[in-house]
């Protein structure tokens, strides 16, 4: 009754709650309802009396809006919202007189929160002229969603008393139980509201135990949930106004004593285990250098970067002869300031660099696309000189914020699920926190580039006697630069084979038939580690060979000299060597086969070598902070029998232009379909003959998807055409672009996919560990989804670089650039 009476009055309601703390409110009110019947005006009244109350509720709209969420402090309590909720939240306060519900409401419901845009977008979605006939079996990944509970809840019906109002009092069940909340089954006609204040009586227990309880417990609502025409229920949150101890202790220890027996609710730790399963997929797997940067006083400047075997490339290119990084010269405090400027969320640009190396210096040179734009004559001279470098990159920078609270995710189970729990849930050490403190923004470095782009540059004509001229995008060397802290992901599986600690006698051989001793620290079936009695004189790339003579004594089955190894880095002392296995053509490798079967024979004699983090959980700070921030559009391959297909996507705190489509339609809900952008027969047909024989240690793939979308459409399929391409060769889709270009919008998109390799359990041990205890089909259902994932990808939008390369007009580029820039606007 009173949600209908409230439905019934919904305009008068908003307009009464703009008079929210106005010193003549009660004769507006008695105003504006003096044609309601008393009843009517009671319930108006008391709605009032809800918003107006005082709160001190946190609010964090990271990943719920699509503004950029920054810190804002009032009155000493630290919230992120985006310049939206700031004006919503400030205009509120100054009309209602201080942090109320009401203001609180207000912020969680601007137009640009996405739960308000996918419930607009759903109900769009139901009318007929929307509905889309499409499976929807790719799940939707909210990365960094999950939450701690501060309990266990369990699973426990009994009968109850719920009282709604003062003399109207109803019977009910609970779903679950914990010490602080609760979840009941209430018939609809009872109508109860998100924050109304209700008294229950645990009947069911009050029939077996004393539970000192004269007038019941009080409970706030936290939400409705519809589940069927029977029941919804409720969720509620106690308020603890009867400081009771005793029955605290009592239900505490009672929910101990039988959660065995009745079951814990599991929703929260399944939902993390999912999520954080798929993200240990994504983040090892990733091409992009994670750049973290601090500001000290008003000094911007890079301080920690988080690298991946995939990524690690880009962190090396950067380092010039002193094996020391330059990042700092080139993505400088003006680059940093100029992209900040950028009112979008992700502040993004692309890199163009080459480096020339004069007397064994290595000096780099760059420029931005948005610095050579006001140039022309230095653009040409840049791009047609610098493209013809081997050392010709081109990068996409994305940059946002980043807050060392991210840095801290605990686990999705509450401390009193285990002894070593509490442990667990820690927040990082003095020392990592030291580390973080003083991070600002993340930037994300992505080697774009292809070779036909490169080859294109190269084509450029410019005045070779203007080539000093390019000495303003050079960048000179720092004595003493800040230090930038390398940060190695620290992940169990990331390294594809268990290394054992042995030692044993090296002959190294050179091609110049120089010989070095040294010995072996430890080995594993591909590669080796070895300490040289001396400094040595080759560089990581190069090709050794070995020999062991001591190793040869035990074995005739295997010729274990003259064993070819790259060299795959090495030490600053020039002592400690890393090599890897190479064959030759398809010929087996001997040292591969004698370690294969030495190891084999040997497991419970050798010794596993660990690596100690040289910080101590600083990874695992970092890679949450990442987690927290992700902006591309992850997606998985899963493999159903000899076919691959997309089984799910993820979605970080910042959506990439596809998930805007995908909201735009409704479609970005628990489960979706990507089929119109990249459709079974173009993975089958074009992505699966490259990928299937691929293994985890390879790198990853690269493809194009070219997309076009037409707005005007009503529905998904309707509106999206795509080709996905395996090659640079993108002539024969000049039509199919052209066509977008005029009347559509076009999206490019470069792909990255890898393989992936058996899930790292042991990162989801402790949540697995804990569902297996309640449900132990649950558990291995959770393993199996997990294992069914065969490929990850990652989609990096391109298409202002690439669409410069093709044969078309500035202007016509220009105008459907514009004209993407008025859609995304209207829908944000």
């Known amino acids: ?13 908003d307009e009464l709650k703009s008079y929210l703390g106005n010193s003549k409110f009660d004769s507006i009110f008695k105003s504006k309802t003096a044609g309601l019947t008393k009843p009517e005006q009671f319930l108006i009244k008391m709605e009032m009396s809800r918003l107006s109350q005082p709160i001190a509720r946190f609010i964090d709209l990271r990943g719920q809006v699509t503004g950029q969420v920054k810190p804002f402090e009032y009155e000493g309590k630290q919230h992120f919202m985006d310049e939206t909720a700031i004006e919503v939240f400030e205009k509120a306060i100054e009309r209602h007189g201080g942090y109320t519900l009401a203001v609180y409401e207000a912020v969680m419901n601007t137009d640009n929160n996405h739960r308000v845009m996918q419930k607009k977008a759903a109900q769009l979605a139901q009318q007929p002229e929307h509905q ?134 599991l929703d929260n730790t399944l939902d993390a285990v999912v999520s954080k399963g798929y993200e240990q997929y994504y983040i090892p797997r990733v091409t992009s250098l994670f750049t973290f940067f601090s500001q000290h006083d008003d000094k911007i400047y890079p301080s920690l970067v988080l690298t991946t075997e995939n990524n690690i490339f880009i962190q090396r290119y950067f380092c010039d002869e002193r094996k020391l990084s330059c990042l700092y010269t080139i993505l400088n405090q003006q680059r940093i300031n100029l992209l900040l400027s950028d009112p979008s969320p992700v502040k993004e640009e692309y890199l163009y660099t080459f480096t020339h190396v004069v007397g064994g210096k290595v000096y780099y040179y760059s420029a931005t696309r948005s610095e050579l734009a006001t140039e022309p004559e230095l653009k040409q001279l840049f791009f047609g000189f610098g493209s013809q470098k081997e050392s010709w990159q081109c990068f996409k920078v994305q940059l946002m914020p980043s807050h060392p609270d991210d840095s801290f995710i605990p686990l999705s189970l509450p401390n009193t699920a285990g002894k070593d729990i509490e442990k667990l849930n820690k927040p990082p050490t003095p020392r990592v926190q030291g580390m973080v403190k003083d991070v600002k ?81 430890d080995f594993s079936v591909m590669g080796l580690q070895i300490e040289c009695q001396q400094p040595v004189s080759f560089n990581k790339g190069d090709v050794v060979e070995l020999s062991m003579p001591e190793l040869q004594k035990i074995t ?133 003959p490259l990928i299937k024989d691929r293994s985890r240690q390879d790198p990853p793939l690269q493809f194009t998807l070219f997309i076009r979308f037409d707005p005007k459409k009503s529905t998904l399929q309707e509106a999206v055409k795509s080709q996905c391409v395996a090659d640079d ?76 390369h093709l044969d078309f007009t500035a202007e016509l580029i220009e105008q459907m650039n514009k004209r993407k820039q008025i859609w995304l606007k209207r829908l944000t």
């Open 132 to 265: 889309e006939e499409q499976n929807f079996d790719c799940q939707v990944i909210k990365f960094a969603s999950y939450e701690s509970r501060r309990e266990e809840r369990m699973n426990y019906s009994i009968k109850i008393t719920v009282e709604l109002e003062k003399s109207n009092t109803v019977a009910a069940t609970t779903s679950d139980i914990s010490l602080s909340g609760a979840k009941i089954k209430l018939a609809p006609r009872y109508h109860v509201k998100r924050g109304q204040i209700l008294g229950l009586r645990l009947v069911g227990l009050e029939q077996d135990f004393e539970l000192g309880l004269k007038n019941g417990i009080q409970y706030e609502v936290v939400a409705v949930e519809k589940v069927s025409a029977d029941f919804n229920h409720i969720r509620l949150k106690r308020t603890f106004v009867e400081n009771n101890e005793k029955f605290d202790g009592f239900l505490e220890s009672f929910i101990h004593g039988n959660k065995r027996r009745y079951k814990v609710n």
């Open 556 to 688: 005739k089955k295997y010729q274990l000299s003259a064993l070819k190894y790259e060299v795959m880095a090495v030490s600053k002392s020039l002592t400690t060597i890393n090599l890897k296995a190479t064959r030759i053509a398809d010929l087996p490798h001997m040292g591969v086969k004698f370690f294969t079967q030495l190891i084999e024979n040997n497991k419970d004699k050798l010794k596993v070598s660990e690596e100690a983090p040289k910080i101590p959980g600083l990874s695992t700070a970092l890679r949450n902070m990442v987690t927290k921030s992700v902006c591309q559009f992850p997606f998985y391959l899963h493999k159903e029998a000899a076919h691959f297909k997309t089984g799910a996507i993820g979605h970080g705190l910042y959506p990439s232009s596809l998930h805007t489509i995908l909201q735009n339609y409704g479609l970005l809900n628990d489960t979706t379909t990507i089929d119109p952008f990249l459709s079974t027969e173009q993975i089958t047909d074009i992505i699966t």
């Open 441 to 521: 923004y993340l930037v994300i470095l992505t080697s774009v580039g292809t070779k036909a782009e490169q080859t294109h540059y190269q084509t450029f004509s410019y005045d070779k006697s203007l080539v000093n001229q390019l000495k303003r995008f050079g960048h000179g060397k720092h004595k003493a630069p800040p230090k930038l802290e390398t940060v190695d992901l620290e992940y169990v599986n990331l390294r594809a084979h268990k290394r054992y600690l042995y030692k044993t006698d090296i002959l190294i051989t050179l091609p110049d038939e120089q010989v070095y001793t040294a010995h072996s620290r």
């Open 1 to 13: 009754m009173t949600d209908d009476i409230l439905f019934k009055y919904e305009s008068l309601v």
């Open 729 to 804: 060769n993108f002539s024969p889709l000049h039509l199919f672009l052209k066509k977008g270009l005029k009347s559509e919008l076009v999206f490019v998109m470069r792909l990255y996919i890898s393989r992936t390799g058996r899930p790292d359990t042991d990162y989801l041990s402790n949540e697995l560990k804990y569902v297996s205890q309640y449900a132990l089909h649950k558990a291995k259902d959770l393993e199996e989804a997990l294992w069914s994932v065969a490929g990850v990808g990652d989609m990096v939008d391109v298409t202002d670089e690439t669409l410069s």
